[in-house]
């Protein structure tokens, strides 16, 4: 049970305070309700390349880090397809740092040509890294590819190439901060060995005049629904073949979101769970095999991914998660196995909540997605699904037509 | 309100340890107890002197550790899977140079079902051949997959170049490795490292005292201890003779570089205050390094350097993936970066930021006990306590820019350092 209090400055921004006096530390999280599904398809990777400007000096500020790391604090953000989140921890008696130092660049940026040409340079090299000099780097860009035709999710977080961030203009920096960086666009939390209503009167200070911006509505296209079977193959200089399914799903709203995340934890979590301890240990058709989701607000995907055995071929492989899967759709899962992968839910709620960091990002996150207080009512939710309703929510997923399948195969 | 102006920041001067009760078992196995949690978990750990170091053959260390999850002689593999799993635990098994052990993760109200399968596997493990044969080729598998990537290449060419092939620090797994792996092999290593005699147990978390009775009744036995073999003497390290390394790879878009040389480990005197000059040089985000290659010149997404410390050496490292066509002028800055450290003394104002970034790391590193028992163990392994801790705040504290620029001296030779590139 997370315990917290809550208000909203008149500029629209939500302000939220967790007290743990168990701590000697003080964590700040800012999220911006902003990420890759905002951009335009000529630019993708843009929200991202923007999360590393916005540390690159603002208003009243020449950068952001050094003041942070001389008050003892550490921070670091990422960006995701819907939000771009934003975190500092530092020793509970220097918050007011976090306070200057995060207000001022929600004020304003200084928008320095120069750092946004280094940062664009970073950002090429970040991209190269992870998804151009990896083997399978490039399988992620292919996967948004096949399983979105309209809707942005077709392209990933960093970006479609390597052109859409090089191009990145000033201008459009700008205007992109001041649709989207605005105080009603935004959640701040704030926890750890802190006192709710100093916290409040600290939100004021330096946020409280900090303009409000436009009303955000999305209208974003809505992906049609998927009715035929997708199949990419790959050849290329990767030294084992690899398969990966990915099956779409449900938008994080809706009923059955919590049936079908089970759905995962059956397949995938630990050394007992069905992938691993079929097709791996059983059947020694694959060498590693997990299952894990998008955990996307629209609709989302469910992957299964796996490198396969030596001398396997790809359609014994395929088949053999096939049939994993469309067991779940015929077969009710027993009440062992149902109570065990809440049991394993609640545990790692509980783990997660060890830490103040995770806890304040948490309450950052449910209340972008309309309740901070429903933190508090997931593992309720979870305990609440039936076997009927994960049969049900396996016949709805674990189809042929719902399912876009990459087949990468080694050439060597 | 005038924002160009910073809030006042409040140094840390002392810190307060949350508590660490220690015992011992009652055949001696020491036993470190940090109960101060909020959350209903409990982590308890096993640290075994089973590392590499101690191994006959390569990988040896690294295969009995892996193995421990699959079998013992009440349990087959499934059914510890479905144990843990069942009551939502987590169990980690991991092995280094130095220890080798387990940690189980739990909410503490099962922990007391979990103790009797978690201490089994450490007392009758029995090593099925073909769970050993699954894992042998998947890891064969994964091998495989990891040699097309330019950082783990460069990793093992640098430990490679550093210690020769026939260090336990410099020797890298080879596929020829994984068909020399026999049950015996590891019951043998097994009996012999892990056992009682060779025991640390770290409990973290909230739990009730009682605890220390189930540890007691599972790993307190006098049966448990067993003589260990003597330590292997020291091996020789064979350090390559050429510094320059660099693998090439027409197809890549970036080159992975190590960078460094052997340097002194934690037992040395000068290695507190090394650690805050590592800090300013390639510690942390704000270090000269990523100020340099990053923030100005988006040369990489990263760079970062280290001195890394075992029980029988240390090296400091350098390390960076950039674009290919700037892997050279790369070498260039960290070159110059290595000789402003050696010639000119560190303001008083970056100084400061890094003794202030270095005093909150600190506390971080205690905050909460299952943080706090990481940290702990590092210093275990040196036989160090938490006055170890007092001692780097002290030194972060009073260090002078003037001690620093000697140790630079005495520390940074960028002609003596290893070269290692690939891509």
Same mark, same amino acid.
């Given at each position: 049970?997370?315990k917290?209090?809550?208000?909203?400055l008149k500029?629209?921004?939500k302000?939220?305070?967790?007290?743990?006096?168990?701590?000697?530390?003080?964590?700040?999280?800012?999220?911006?309700?902003?990420?890759?599904?905002?951009?335009?398809?000529?630019q993708?990777?843009?929200?991202?390349?923007?999360?590393?400007?916005?540390?690159?000096?603002s208003k009243n500020?020449?950068?952001?880090d050094?003041?942070?790391?001389?008050?003892?604090?550490?921070?670091?953000?990422?960006?995701s397809?819907d939000?771009t989140?934003?975190?500092?921890?530092?020793?509970?008696?220097?918050?007011?740092?976090?306070?200057?130092?995060?207000?001022d660049?929600?004020?304003?940026?200084?928008?320095?040509?120069?750092?946004?040409?280094?940062q664009k340079?970073?950002?090429?090299?970040?991209?190269?890294?992870?998804?151009?000099n990896?083997?399978?780097?490039d399988?992620?860009h292919?996967?948004c590819?096949?399983?979105?035709?309209?809707h942005?999710?077709q392209?990933?977080?960093?970006g479609?190439n390597?052109?859409h961030?090089?191009?990145v203009?000033m201008?459009?920096a700008?205007?992109?901060?001041?649709?989207y960086y605005?105080?009603n666009?935004?959640?701040?939390?704030?926890?750890?060995?802190v006192?709710?209503?100093e916290?409040?009167?600290?939100?004021?200070k330096w946020?409280?005049?900090?303009?409000?911006?436009?009303?955000?509505t999305?209208n974003?296209?809505?992906?049609?629904?998927?009715?035929e079977?997708?199949?990419?193959e790959v050849?290329?200089?990767v030294?084992?073949?690899?398969?990966?399914?990915?099956?779409?799903?449900?938008?994080r709203?809706?009923?059955?979101?919590?049936a079908?995340?089970?759905?995962?934890?059956?397949?995938?979590n630990?050394?007992s769970?069905?992938?691993?301890?079929?097709? &791996?240990k059983?059947?020694k058709?694959?060498s590693?095999i997990s299952?894990?989701?998008?955990d996307?607000?629209?609709?989302?995907?469910?992957l299964?991914e796996?490198?396969?055995?030596?001398? &396997?071929?790809?359609?014994?492989?395929?088949?053999a998660?096939e049939?994993?899967?469309y067991?779940?759709?015929q077969e009710k899962?027993s009440?062992?196995?149902l109570?065990k992968v809440?049991?394993?839910?609640?545990?790692?709620?509980?783990?997660?909540?060890?830490?103040?960091?995770?806890?304040?990002?948490?309450?950052?996150y449910f209340e972008?997605?309309g309740?901070a207080?429903?933190?508090?009512?997931?593992?309720e939710?979870?305990?609440?699904?039936?076997?009927?309703q994960?049969q049900a929510?396996?016949a709805k997923v674990?189809?042929?037509?719902?399912c876009?399948?990459i087949?990468?195969?080694?050439?060597? | 309100m005038n924002?160009a102006?910073?809030?006042?920041i409040?140094?840390?001067d002392s810190?307060?340890?949350?508590n660490?009760e220690?015992l011992k078992?009652?055949?001696?196995?020491?036993?470190?107890?940090?109960?101060?949690?909020?959350?209903?978990?409990v982590?308890?750990e096993?640290?075994?002197?089973a590392?590499?170091?101690?191994e006959s053959?390569n990988?040896?260390?690294?295969?009995t550790n892996?193995m421990?999850?699959?079998?013992t002689?009440?349990?087959?593999?499934?059914?510890?899977?479905?144990t843990f799993?069942y009551?939502?635990?987590?169990?980690?098994t991991?092995?280094?140079?130095?220890?080798?052990?387990a940690?189980?993760?739990s909410?503490?109200k099962?922990?007391?079902?979990?103790l009797p399968?978690?201490?089994?596997?450490?007392?009758?493990s029995?090593f099925?051949?073909?769970?050993?044969?699954?894992?042998?080729?998947?890891?064969? @598998?994964?091998?495989?997959?990891?040699?097309?990537k330019?950082?783990f290449?460069?990793n093992r060419?640098?430990?490679?170049?550093?210690f020769?092939?026939n260090?336990p620090y410099?020797?890298?797994?080879e #596929?020829?490795?994984?068909?020399?792996i026999?049950?015996?092999d590891?019951?043998?290593f097994?009996?012999?490292?892990y056992?009682?005699?060779?025991?640390?147990?770290?409990?973290a978390?909230?739990?009730?005292?009682?605890? *220390?009775?189930?540890?007691n009744?599972?790993?307190g036995?006098k049966n448990?201890?067993?003589?260990?073999?003597?330590a292997?003497?020291d091996?020789?390290?064979?350090?390559s003779?050429e510094?320059?390394?660099h693998?090439?790879?027409t197809?890549?878009?970036?080159?992975?570089?190590?960078?460094?040389?052997?340097s002194i480990?934690?037992?040395?005197?000068?290695?507190?205050?090394?650690?805050?000059?590592n800090?300013? #040089?390639?510690?942390?985000?704000?270090s000269?390094?990523?100020s340099n290659?990053r923030?100005?010149k988006?040369?990489?997404?990263?760079?970062?350097?280290s001195?890394?410390?075992?029980?029988?050496?240390g090296?400091?490292e350098i390390a960076?993936?950039?674009?290919k066509?700037?892997?050279d002028a790369?070498l260039?800055e960290?070159?110059?970066e290595?000789?402003?450290l050696?010639?000119e003394?560190?303001?008083?104002e970056?100084?400061?930021?890094?003794?202030?970034?270095?005093?909150?790391?600190i506390?971080?590193s205690?905050?909460?006990?299952?943080?706090?028992?990481?940290?702990l163990?590092?210093?275990l392994?040196?036989?160090q306590?938490v006055?170890?801790?007092?001692?780097?705040?002290k030194t972060?504290?009073? *260090?002078?820019?003037?001690e620093?620029? @000697?140790l630079?001296?005495?520390? #940074?030779?960028?002609?003596k350092?290893?070269? *290692?590139?690939?891509g």
């Open positions: 049970m997370i917290f209090e809550e208000t909203v500029n629209g921004l302000v939220i305070v967790h007290e743990d006096a168990a701590t000697t530390m003080a964590a700040v999280n800012i999220l911006y309700k902003v990420g890759s599904r905002d951009e335009d398809v000529q993708t990777g843009f929200a991202h390349l923007f999360e590393h400007f916005m540390f690159e000096g500020i020449p950068e952001f050094t003041p942070l790391q001389n008050a003892g604090g550490e921070n670091n953000a990422f960006t397809t939000i989140n934003y975190y500092d921890i530092l020793p509970a008696n220097n918050l007011e740092t976090a306070f200057w130092l995060e207000s660049r929600m004020l304003s940026l200084a928008f320095d040509e120069e750092s946004l040409n280094t340079n970073v950002v090429m090299e970040e991209f190269k890294e992870h998804y151009i990896q083997p399978y780097g399988v992620w292919k996967m590819a096949l399983a979105y035709k309209v942005p999710y392209w990933p977080v960093i479609l390597l052109q961030i090089e191009q203009k201008q459009s700008k205007d992109f901060f001041f649709k605005r105080p666009n935004a959640v701040l939390v704030v926890g750890g060995n006192k709710a209503a916290v409040f009167a600290l939100a004021e946020f409280g005049e900090i303009p409000s911006g436009e009303k955000i999305r974003l296209p809505k992906e049609p629904i998927q009715n079977e997708r199949v990419l050849k290329a200089d030294p084992v073949h690899s398969i990966y399914k990915a099956y779409k799903i449900g938008t709203n809706s009923a059955d979101f919590y079908t995340d089970l759905l995962r934890d059956i397949l995938s630990g050394d769970s069905r992938l691993y301890r079929q097709l &791996v059983e059947e058709l694959f590693s299952a894990y989701g998008t996307s607000i629209d609709e989302g995907l469910l299964v796996g490198k396969l055995s030596k001398d &396997v071929s790809m359609d014994a492989a395929e088949s998660i049939k994993v899967l067991e779940m759709t899962i009440a062992d196995e109570e809440k049991n394993k839910i609640e545990a790692y709620m509980v783990f997660s909540e060890v830490n103040v960091l995770n806890r304040v990002m948490n309450l950052a972008m997605l309740n207080a429903d933190v508090n009512n997931e593992a939710k979870y305990r609440a699904v039936t076997a009927e994960m929510a396996a674990f189809r042929k037509e719902n876009n399948t087949r990468y195969f080694s050439n060597n | 924002r102006l910073a809030p006042e409040n140094l840390i810190i307060s340890f949350p660490v220690q078992l009652d055949n001696g196995v020491p036993v470190y107890l940090l109960n101060e949690g909020v959350q209903d978990v982590k308890i096993l640290m075994f002197k590392g590499k170091w101690f053959k990988l040896i260390a690294d295969f892996r421990l999850r699959e079998g002689k009440n349990y087959s593999a499934k059914q510890i899977a479905d799993d009551y939502g635990a987590n169990f980690n991991s092995a280094g140079f130095e220890t080798a052990g940690s189980l993760f909410l503490t099962h922990i007391d079902l979990l399968v978690f201490a089994e596997i450490f007392t009758e029995v099925p051949e073909n769970e050993l044969n699954t894992i042998l080729s998947n890891r064969k @598998q994964r091998l495989s997959v990891d040699l097309k330019n950082d290449l460069a060419n640098f430990l490679n170049a550093l020769g092939k260090h410099g020797r890298v797994s #596929f020829e490795h994984f068909e020399n026999f049950v015996e590891l019951k043998a097994y009996k012999s490292y056992s009682a005699t060779n025991l640390t147990i770290l409990v978390g909230k739990f009730s005292p009682s605890l *220390v009775d189930q540890l009744k599972y790993f036995s448990l201890l067993r003589e260990v073999p003597a292997p003497a091996y020789v390290i064979e350090s003779t510094l320059i390394h693998t090439e790879k197809d890549s878009v970036q080159s992975a570089i190590i960078i460094g040389n052997m480990n934690k037992t040395h005197p000068d290695f507190l205050k090394l650690s805050v000059l800090t300013v #040089f390639g510690g942390y985000f704000g000269r390094l990523m290659i923030e100005e988006g040369y990489t997404y990263g760079i970062y350097s001195f890394a410390s075992y029980p029988h050496a090296f400091i960076s993936e950039v674009g066509d700037v892997r790369t260039k960290i070159q110059h290595i000789n402003v050696r010639t003394l560190i303001d008083a970056e100084l400061q930021v890094v003794k202030n970034y270095m005093c909150g790391k506390l971080r205690i905050d909460g006990p299952l943080k706090f028992s990481e940290t163990k590092g210093l392994i040196y036989n306590d006055t170890y801790i007092d001692q780097l705040l972060v504290r009073e *260090v002078t820019s003037e620093l620029l @000697q630079a001296q005495k520390y #940074f030779d960028y002609d350092m290893y070269k *290692v590139t690939v």
